[in-house]
């Protein structure tokens, strides 16, 4: 299915040439395409910025990967995501995937992250993983912990594996931290999950990251609300001052 989401950001950038373009073209269904050129036009509605916070639809997502430098070879090993409309939590388990990594991880790594070696030689690869990743968000924003993180990483498997930008907008939890309680030093998911009272359960699994940045994000919508403040737009007026 990965050709696919190809043939889907090459409608959006024009990056990848005509015979890739051609190959997917004939192996699409109706329906598929139906899909794409729907999640096409959700991608190019308005912005999100003026969206009041009730209406508001977010992905929250996490990443696992081997280091911190993706334009020096550290790789994703896993992704996970919740959807929140609002500040309610989504229904769903969420969205899970390991990422095939067929050379042995340091110790050090796989007791991090509690991956189990064996798991990521059999796992889906990069391409699978992307294509189900961004049918699991369609048109939604993005929402992360200290997102620059997840950022440069989508940048960079975006390009180097669909050969195209990474397009969605992400969001950082920090800045509305920011805004919802200005006087507090709140950094690392830890600090920021023991303030609000939000269990700690498995650290360091994409997933369950995911959940924990999710209630994090709607706590601090719940207080921005209270506040006053009723779009992204009026939080990022409020930061600029």
């Known amino acids: 299915m990965i050709n696919h989401m190809i043939q889907y950001m090459k409608q959006l950038s024009g990056k990848l040439s005509p015979n890739v373009y051609t190959s997917v073209q004939h192996q699409s269904s109706a329906s598929q395409m139906a899909y794409m050129r729907q999640l096409q036009k959700e991608l190019k509605k308005e912005s999100v910025l003026n969206k009041r916070f009730e209406e508001l639809e977010v992905v929250v997502f996490d990443i696992e990967t081997t280091g911190f430098y993706p ?21 769903e388990e969420g969205f899970y995937s390991l990422v095939r990594h067929e050379e042995p991880l340091p110790q050090p790594i796989l007791e991090f992250t509690g991956i189990q070696q064996e798991d990521l030689f059999t796992a889906p690869t990069i391409e699978q993983v992307l294509e189900q990743f961004f049918h699991y968000v369609e048109g939604r924003t993005l929402v992360a912990h200290h997102s620059q993180h997840e950022k440069s990483f989508m940048q960079h498997v975006s390009w180097h594996v669909l050969r195209t ?15 919802a309680l200005p006087h507090q030093s709140l950094k690392t998911l830890d600090e920021c999950c023991d303030f609000f009272n939000i269990p700690i359960l498995t650290r360091h699994h994409a997933l369950e990251d995911a959940k924990m940045t999710a209630h994090l994000w709607i706590k601090n919508v719940q207080i921005v609300k209270e506040l006053g403040f009723h779009t992204l737009q009026d939080v990022y007026t409020e930061l600029a001052k």
């Open 71 to 91: 334009d020096r070879g550290d790789k994703i090993l896993s992704i996970g995501a919740v959807k929140v409309k609002g500040t309610k939590l989504g229904e």
């Open 165 to 179: 930008n990474f397009i969605h907008r992400v969001i950082d939890t920090s800045f509305l931290i920011k805004v």
